[in-house]
């Protein structure tokens, strides 16, 4: 055997392998054919900083999309591919976004609930069944089905965290052009060490959270956004 043939031959089997993996992440889809089921998950419960994302997805049930995963095992060029591919393949996608104030008001868990619902909420045709990354959220009248690590054992779970996940980042990859200093592009809201050296420093900023900053710094005095006019 060749080289070229091994490798090949390799090639085919990862292939394969692959192909089983995404197979296996079916098994609750199959258990709802013939229903509309959406898979939906959450970006940013834990950061210091943003909003909190939630993410329905719709997928067709002869849907392939080779290396979905859940999006905290994948690298971010493979989560920026796959997520053009969900939105190019999927029947449907909505996103929810609440924002620092609304968690700071409510509470992350309820204001991730509320991202949740605004996500079904924007599905066309609205989903008959719920498969959620291990929660059961309130105020929906669809059947839910919570799953424990859901985004690694579901592909449509697996499809709504790599969108609420890349949304999100994109979202402070922004806001690090907008409150330049805390490393946002880069940490992405978490308490990384330099972020969290940076809020002592600067003080907070306008999209930090208030009830999550309060080991760290003292309150008042959010620092306002430099927007570049002058003034």
């Known amino acids: 055997m060749t080289k070229k043939e091994e490798q090949a031959l390799k090639k085919q089997e990862k292939l394969r392998l692959e192909l089983l993996r995404l197979d296996g992440m079916r098994e609750y889809e199959r258990r709802y054919e013939g229903r509309t089921v959406c898979g939906i998950d959450e970006a940013g419960r834990g950061p210091l900083a943003g909003p909190v994302v939630a993410a329905a997805v719709i997928l067709p049930s002869d849907c392939r999309i080779l290396y979905l995963n859940d999006s905290k095992k994948l690298t971010a060029r493979r989560r920026e591919l796959l997520y053009d591919e969900i939105m190019e393949k999927a029947v449907s996608v909505g996103v929810g976004v609440v924002s620092h104030e609304r968690i700071d008001e409510i509470n992350i868990l309820q204001a991730t609930?509320?991202?949740?619902?605004?996500?079904?909420?924007?599905?066309?045709?609205?989903?008959?069944?719920?498969?959620?990354?291990?929660?059961?959220?309130?105020?929906?009248?669809?059947?839910?089905?919570?799953?424990?690590?859901?985004?690694?054992?579901?592909?449509?779970?697996?499809?709504?965290?790599?969108?609420?996940?890349?949304?999100?980042?994109?979202?402070?990859?922004?806001?690090?052009?907008?409150?330049?200093?805390?490393?946002?592009?880069?940490?992405?809201?978490?308490?990384?060490?330099?972020?969290?050296?940076?809020?002592?420093?600067?003080?907070?900023?306008?999209?930090?959270?208030?009830?999550?900053?309060?080991?760290?710094?003292?309150?008042?005095?959010?620092?306002?956004?430099?927007?570049?006019?002058?003034?």
């Open 113 to 231: 609930y509320e991202a949740m619902r605004q996500a079904v909420s924007k599905l066309t045709p609205a989903p008959e069944v719920l498969l959620n990354d291990a929660v059961r959220i309130p105020g929906l009248e669809q059947e839910q089905v919570p799953i424990i690590k859901g985004d690694a054992k579901s592909l449509s779970i697996a499809a709504a965290s790599v969108i609420a996940k890349v949304t999100r980042d994109r979202m402070m990859e922004v806001m690090d052009l907008k409150y330049p200093g805390y490393g946002f592009a880069s940490n992405k809201g978490y308490g990384s060490a330099a972020h969290i050296a940076a809020l002592k420093s600067l003080g907070p900023c306008e999209i930090h959270r208030r009830t999550f900053i309060r080991n760290f710094v003292e309150a008042g005095n959010f620092v306002e956004a430099d927007t570049g006019d002058g003034q």
